[in-house]
């Protein structure tokens, strides 16, 4: 089975640039993460959707982050205008659904973001 | 709220050695999961071995085991034998439950080095 593939790996933008980051789930999974990972930290959660629909957006800065997930299957994740403090990597993960959820996630390989 | 607690930011290990990496947690659930990722330099997470709070007996992958004590609240991993790709960032994972959306909250991580 294809994993999750995130596109694309690297990027450097300039603050108050914009930037998309993509991601592409495993065929079936219905539930879509959305981790930002700044250096030294774990993951923290942006924002989860169930298909197309948000289930927890609360940690997500609604002021220049935005996201979608059209037709419940692949989704993009944007930043505008980019701050110096967003600089970390960005990973997504998809599970089956919201039920006992017994095997995890599975992860992207991440999108690393520089803002300089 | 949930919180995961990793209170080694590093640890080191001789090759064919065994190591314990430890993690706590907070909740009110009594009913959740508990995981261990490994994330190597190529970023994506891999799941190394995974507990459910309703299961007493500790969960064993191989060389991975834990040790579960669910009125401690903690939740550490040993790696028996070593191995130079066991070398990586180590995060203890908790799965909220279903109605909060079963997201899964991180530990602050453990880069455990492996010396030959």
């Known amino acids: 089975e294809a994993g999750v593939a995130q596109s694309p790996r690297y990027k450097i933008i300039e603050k108050r640039q914009s930037v998309a980051f993509w991601c592409n789930p495993i065929?079936?999974?219905?539930?879509l993460y959305w981790y930002q990972q700044i250096l030294g930290q774990g993951p923290k959660l942006l924002i989860q959707?169930?298909?197309?629909?948000?289930?927890?957006d609360s940690q997500l800065p609604k002021d220049r982050f935005s996201a979608e997930r059209l037709k419940g299957v692949d989704s993009t994740l944007k930043i505008q205008p980019a701050k110096l403090e967003d600089s970390a990597v960005y990973l997504c993960?998809?599970?089956?659904?919201?039920?006992?959820?017994?095997?995890?996630?599975?992860f992207g390989s991440g999108t690393r973001l520089t803002v300089v | 709220a949930q919180t995961v607690t990793q209170s080694q930011p590093e640890m080191s290990v001789q090759e064919a050695e065994t190591v314990t990496l430890s993690c706590t947690y907070d909740?009110?659930?009594?009913?959740?999961?508990l995981f261990w990722y490994k994330q190597p330099p190529s970023r994506q997470m891999i799941l190394v071995i995974r507990?459910?709070?309703?299961?007493?007996q500790n969960a064993t992958e191989n060389r991975f085991s834990v040790n579960f004590q669910k009125a401690a609240k903690s939740f550490s991993l040993k790696i028996s034998d070593s191995q130079l790709g066991d070398a990586a960032m180590y995060f203890c994972?908790?799965?909220?439950?279903?109605?909060?959306?079963?997201?899964?909250?991180f530990g602050q991580g453990t880069e455990l080095s492996v010396k030959p």
């Open positions: 993960a998809s599970s089956l659904g919201r039920d006992r959820g017994t095997y995890g996630y599975t």
């Open positions: 065929s079936g999974h219905a539930t």
């Open positions: 959707f169930q298909n197309n629909g948000v289930v927890d």
């Open positions: 909740t009110s659930e009594s009913d959740y999961y």
């Open positions: 507990q459910e709070a309703y299961k007493q």
């Open positions: 994972a908790y799965r909220v439950g279903l109605n909060q959306g079963g997201k899964l909250i």
